[in-house]
Nanobody
Framework: QVQLVEPGGGLVQAGGPLRLSCAAS????????MGWFRQAPGKEREFVAA????????YYADSVKGRFTISRDNAKNTVYLQMNSLKPEDTAVYYC??????????????????WGQGTQVTVSS
């Protein structure tokens, strides 16, 4: 089982940047795809971005493509989400997630088996 810890989050003005990080422990981080999801008040959790185990493949939701960048540092067991040009509609609790099986990747929430505690991101207009 992998443990995921997400410091960061916070309040930012529209148009500004924010970087989220997620530190993993408990298994071989470099073998598993990682992802970010978010849940806004009153809405279902939705996919934001994912990255393959080696970092060569990335996936983005259409709503964040060109503004958000997912990356990982396997030496530090950490995955990042750089968010630029933030909009009020990006306000949500953001969750880091780890893929269930090694050497696979996708954007499907059902394929992710471990979740962080979530971190609040609020974008003010």
């Amino acid at each position: 089982q992998v443990q995921l810890v997400e410091p960061g989050g916070g309040l930012v003005q529209a148009g500004g940047p924010l970087r989220l990080s997620c530190a993993a422990s408990g298994r071989t981080f470099s073998s598993y795809a990682m992802g970010w999801f978010r849940q806004a008040p009153g809405k279902e959790r939705e996919f934001v971005a994912a990255i393959s185990w080696g970092g060569s493949n990335t996936y983005y939701a259409d709503s964040v493509k060109g503004r958000f960048t997912i990356s990982r540092d396997n030496a530090k067991n950490t995955v990042y989400l750089q968010m630029n040009s933030l909009k009020p509609e990006d306000t949500a609790v953001y969750y880091c997630a780890a893929y269930k099986v090694p050497y696979r990747s996708s954007r499907n929430e059902a394929d992710f088996g471990s979740w962080g505690q979530g971190t609040q991101v609020t974008v003010s207009s």
